[in-house]
């Protein structure tokens, strides 16, 4: 079965500075990975996701993400954080086809970021 | 806006109660699930409906039941309740069954059993 592990409960960054979530995953075939992010009494969000091609894939709000294949890895990344950045951040791996036209996402933990001023 | 609607936002009810929760997906999106979040489970798979018909379950209770009408919204039905099923509840969208992973959420409806 598909999982991901999202290692930090909380991630405190500055304003300003390089944000990094990390996220691992453990997939039987190629991988489909995604994060979403969830604001404060919101739904989640989708940010970006990787299917095949770029190891870099870039996504909303100025959000990237780096596959790393041999290190299992999918991380989250953005050069420069923003406080309204602050939110629960997830980590997905979509399902193996589970037959009558069906994808699931398993979802990690989350993480918590938090920006500060 | 996500575009999924999600009723009632709140509420708040005693065990061995009965709750409806209700879904309307995005216009044209065939597809609903529903997820719960607590903070003790993170965020679990419920169950998938795709034009109406049940395609997929995962971690639901024999006390769960859902269903997706022919004008596509969906109903989570919760009955017997315990303290643990005191949760977020979030339904999502999509256009086909999910294989693009891009899934659309709505807002949620917090539940709290007492």
């Known amino acids: 079965a598909q999982s991901v592990a999202q290692p930090e409960d909380q991630v405190n960054v500055a304003e300003g500075n390089p944000l990094t979530v990390k996220c691992t995953y453990s997939v039987s075939g190629n991988p489909y990975l995604f994060w979403y992010v969830q604001y404060p009494n919101r739904g989640l969000q989708f940010l970006l996701k990787?299917?095949?091609?770029?190891?870099l894939v870039k996504g909303s709000y100025g959000f990237e993400a780096e596959f790393n294949k041999s290190q299992t890895s999918f991380h989250l990344k953005k050069p420069s954080a923003l406080v309204s950045d602050s939110a629960l951040y997830f980590c997905?791996?979509?399902?193996?086809?589970?037959?009558?036209?069906?994808?699931?996402?398993?979802f990690g933990k989350g993480t918590k970021l938090s920006v500060i001023p | 806006d996500s575009g999924v609607t999600q009723t009632p936002k709140h509420l708040i009810t005693a065990t061995g109660q009965r709750v409806t929760l209700r879904c309307s997906p995005r216009?044209?999106?065939?597809?609903v699930y529903w997820y719960q979040q607590s903070l003790d489970q993170g965020l679990q798979f419920l169950i998938h409906?795709?034009?109406?018909?049940?395609?997929a379950k995962g971690n639901i209770l024999e006390r769960f039941s859902a269903q997706q009408f022919p004008d596509l919204h969906s109903e989570l039905n919760l009955s017997s309740l315990e303290l643990g099923d005191s949760a977020l509840y979030f339904c999502?969208?999509?256009?086909?069954?999910?294989?693009?992973?891009?899934?659309?959420f709505g807002e949620g409806s917090r539940l709290t059993v007492l």
């Open positions: 997905a791996v979509r399902d193996s086809y589970s037959g009558a036209g069906s994808y699931q996402l398993t």
């Open positions: 990787y299917i095949t091609g770029d190891n």
């Open positions: 999502a969208s999509s256009e086909t069954g999910g294989r693009t992973g891009e899934l659309f």
């Open positions: 216009s044209g999106d065939l597809s």
């Open positions: 409906y795709y034009n109406g018909e049940e395609r």
